[in-house]
């Protein structure tokens, strides 16, 4: 949901209860085979990490075809027998992780990956070794053994830096390799691969050619992800120029960057330009499928989200609900279908939101007698949505029924992942606000103990999460009437961490020093008090000043 769309608070703790989610918060192979380079042949190969996942819808990193028209990459190419056994290579990888033999793919990738590295040891270096290492790293990213394509992306940059710009299939490559970087994190990396992709296919093909959208996707999203916003809003809005010139301005290929394009003008805050952007989108579909289609109420979605991060809620409830009938009457979805699940529980946050809870539940409690249904009990995702039925009713300040959810949730996870896995400390401190408000206090003290024992062992003291549950503990403690000067030195701690997750001049940051003074006042403390005292007082005037233009 956009920052228009709150999380839900507990009333009486400034304690952060999660807004509604999807997901709970974290032999050898008898087919193998050998490609080795034969020097006088070469190959075409297109293939991207997405390509290699069956089930994953397209998006702008990926290359349907694995080999493709001649004008889709340089004039030069690889003989016939090379780009069929890469072929050959590259469906065998596909077919074995499709069907979850996930052994059989490394044994089939690793026996190629030792082929080419003798072949490097032996001083050969062209792009059929690279062509072949692209392959393998495709596969190694699909089964996301990253260290393994880590160790193929330093092979390759190694072969592909003295490779001429002329050699066939070279901008393919780099453009995987851009994709590969970029799903890494290295954007930097993913951007000069992407850079000189462009320049070859700009240099082959011409600046308005269609062979050029992939690597600008590519570019775009890189440049996005690494805060980039301005100049990855200017790619996409050159992709879309170059699909409208070369395929017309209704052309469904120009969903993949008017969506990336949307979706980042919404992070800026252009929302009315993501409205526009999402409405032509909208369109594009309603004119090639009608507006009963499963796209068209997809697409919907993505334009409620933009009005939602307007300012317009009544709008967006009114988009997501007439995608959900859509969608609920597609023969293409089942009724437990991931996009139709998470439609509802976004239309129920939004219901929440404005005030609209017993909707929202309806919604939320439909969500999860379909899960039961489909997926029973012990599924993660029926976890999720017996928690998201206990925030609407802590809302609601029903807290009786929304005790109940949450011990059905704990015992469930009990069983699933075991008492002590750090999944289970989320219903259990929504438990503890849960119970605190019911003025069960020694049981919630004990929770909160429990959980913040979890989080400290999982994932480290000075942890966001244990700042979360030292914020809830606090607020237990202050009630029951335990010692002042503990309760101090946890404020001190969350402080710590609250200075470096948010920042040392925060709205957290100062409603904790609040805090700090007045115990230090209490107990007095005066000599302590007085740095607190100072950069509280500091603080505030600044804040007064910022208001004041």
Known sequence: ???????????????????????????????????????????????????????????????????????????????????????????????MISLGNKSDALDLLEANYEAVKEQMVAGRKSIEEAAILDVIALGYMAIEDFKMVDIIMNMLNEIVHD???????????????????????????????????LTILEKNHGSNSKSLVMPLLGMGKALGSAGR???????????????????????????????????????????????????????????????????????????????????????????????????EHSENMNLDDIVLEKTRVELAELLHVVGRAKEGRKLLEECLSITKKYKGEEDPSYITHLTNLATSYSRSKNYVESERLLRSTLNIMKKTVGPDDPSTTFPMLQLAVTLYNLKQDEEAEQLALKVLHIREKAFGNSSLPV???????????????????????????????????????????????????????????????????????????????????
């Open 1 to 95: 949901m956009s920052g228009f769309c709150p999380s839900i608070f507990s009333d009486l703790l400034q304690i952060h209860i999660p807004s509604f989610y999807l997901h709970p918060p974290k032999a050898t192979c008898n087919t193998r085979m050998r490609l080795y380079v034969v020097p006088s042949k070469m190959f075409r190969c297109y293939a991207t990490t997405e390509s290699l996942h069956v089930g994953i819808t397209s998006n702008e990193n990926q290359v349907s075809p694995i080999v493709t028209d001649p004008d889709k990459s340089q004039s030069k190419r690889l003989g016939d027998d090379f780009e069929m056994m890469l072929e050959e290579l590259f469906s065998e990888i596909k077919s």
């Open 163 to 197: 490779l001429s710009d002329d050699e066939p299939l070279l901008d393919s490559i780099l453009t995987h390799m851009g994709s590969m970087n970029s799903a890494l994190g290295r954007f930097e990396n993913s951007m000069l691969l992407y850079k000189r992709a």
């Open 229 to 327: 916003a301005i100049k990855a809003i200017d790619i996409y809005h050159r992709t879309i120029s170059i699909l409208e010139s070369n395929m017309g301005a209704e052309s469904k290929e120009l969903v993949v960057p008017l969506n990336a394009l949307g979706n980042l003008l919404i992070e800026e805050g252009k929302v009315k330009d993501a409205e526009n952007t999402f409405m032509r989108i909208v369109g594009i579909y309603t004119n090639l499928y009608g507006k009963d289609d499963d796209r068209v109420a997809m697409a919907m979605c993505s334009l409620a989200n933009a009005k939602c991060a307007k300012g317009d809620a009544e709008g967006a409830i009114d988009l997501y609900t007439s995608a959900l009938q859509v969608m």
């Open 467 to 549: 700042g979360e549950a030292l914020e809830c503990l606090i607020c237990i403690q202050k009630r029951v009437g335990r010692d002042d000067g503990e309760i101090l030195e946890m404020l001190k701690r969350n402080l710590r961490i609250q200075e470096r997750e948010f920042g040392d001049e925060s709205e957290q940051v100062v409603e904790t020093l609040k805090r700090i003074v007045f115990y230090m006042e209490k107990m007095e403390i005066k000599d302590q008090k007085h740095p607190f005292q100072r950069r509280l007082s500091q603080l505030r005037n600044k804040f007064k000043q910022q208001l004041q233009y």
